[in-house]
């Protein structure tokens, strides 16, 4: 029997999506989507949905602002059904524009957050959301999801040698620490330093005696560029340490970022699927599922 929830799931997350309505037992719509010549999107729900809790699904990877109208429309539409529509939002991009870094600067994040509530969404669910402080720009309730346990899951099953867990920066230490937690072993994080207006990282101290001659495996949010992930395998394997694995909750790999980060010494990169590909081997249906309920 099914249950009173409908999910919608835009074009970027239609698996995710499906899977997600297989374990809220709930009817599954399909968004169709056009793109005219000049870039605008047409969308279209192939179904009606029942006037119960409806749930669309669309992460905003790039490209990004056509993935956060998608996502925008497909809300507006499901409200014209139901009065308790949940934005999913697995990979929420903008959310590291929290805050006014440089003064002048737009926090896009706000924009975005006051778009899900004018368009009708009642509650938003995002994943392994950048900062915390991003949620709170959201003025219905928000809640963000970790997937660290499914990505610790997936490790677990690797027969790696005196693991370490690694963060690429003192940003991520409560990533790392929860990831070591779970993963039964012991963290530490670099110091990164990235130049504001270049976007350049560098790298600073470890102590070499804990990594030479350990797998390691470098835990971060997301992979963009690369250009964290590159700095510290190449710093890492100068203090001599054994395999690299890098995990992300959500891997955007822009550009030739996969190519450059193999080539630093990562022998495998682990993401989910909140950004479908290659690396997005690991699961967070149940996890997003469980939120929903
Ligand atoms: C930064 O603080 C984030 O946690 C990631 O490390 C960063 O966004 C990754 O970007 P990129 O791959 O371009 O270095």
Known sequence: MLSNFTVIGGKASEDLARKIAIRLKGRYVKSELRVFPDGESKITISGKPKNGKIVVVQSTYPPVDSNLIQALSLVSKARKYSSQVYAVIPYLG??????????????????????????????????DIHSKMALNHFKIPAKNVSAISELVKYFKKLKLKNPLVVSPDLGGITRAREFAKLFGTKFIALRKQRNKKTGNVIIKSVNQKQVKG????????????????????????KQKCRNIYAACTHALLIGDAEKRIRKAGVSKIVSTNTIPGKTGVVDVSAVISKAIV
């Open 94 to 127: 903008y959310a590291r524009q929290d805050k006014e870094f440089l003064p002048g600067e737009v926090i896009t994040m706000s924009v975005v957050a006051n778009m899900f509530k004018a368009t009708g969404a009642t509650k938003v669910i995002v994943v």
């Open 214 to 237: 350990r797998d390691l495996i470098l835990v971060d949010d997301m992979i963009s560029t690369g250009g964290s992930i590159v700095k510290a395998a190449e710093f890492l394997k």
